[in-house]
Nanobody
Framework: QLQLVESGGGLVQPGGSLRLSCTAT????????LGWFRQAPGKEREGVSC????????AYADSVKGRFTISRDHAKGTVYLQMNNLKPEDTGVYYC????????????????????????WGKGTLVTVSS
């Protein structure tokens, strides 16, 4: 079965950190650009961060700049989202999505601007920031 799988979510206090991981089953992420999205209760899904296929180009939503870092390890076939200084408003289900498009080898995909056009989505991992 071809799918993306997120992990690493959980309950953390404000100011804490979590690292999310996104891996693929049934295929390789080597040629996919990736985006992380989140959906808070009662809100629309929003793009959080995106990374190019080669990993050298990234983009972040203003709300997470300076706190979140997206990266990828091709050897491990994994894309990460390091989240520091977490706030209650970061609470939500976090999803990763993959884009198979040569346009994104050196440019991040437009995950901050739209949440369609992806080839694969994961089922999400819940992040809860609460004291």
């Amino acid at each position: 079965q071809l799918q993306l799988v997120e992990s690493g979510g959980g309950l953390v206090q404000p100011g804490g950190s979590l690292r999310l991981s996104c891996t693929a089953t049934g295929f390789s992420l080597d040629h996919y650009a990736l985006g992380w999205f989140r959906q808070a209760p009662g809100k629309e899904r929003e793009g959080v961060s995106c990374i190019s296929v080669r990993g050298g180009s990234t983009a972040y939503a203003d709300s997470v700049k300076g706190r979140f870092t997206i990266s990828r390890d091709h050897a491990k076939g994994t894309v990460y989202l390091q989240m520091n200084n977490l706030k209650p408003e970061d609470t939500g289900v976090y999803y990763c999505a993959g884009y198979y498009d040569s346009s994104y080898y050196y440019t991040p995909p437009p995950c901050l601007h739209r949440d369609y056009g992806m080839d694969y989505w994961g089922k999400g991992t819940l992040v809860t920031v609460s004291s």
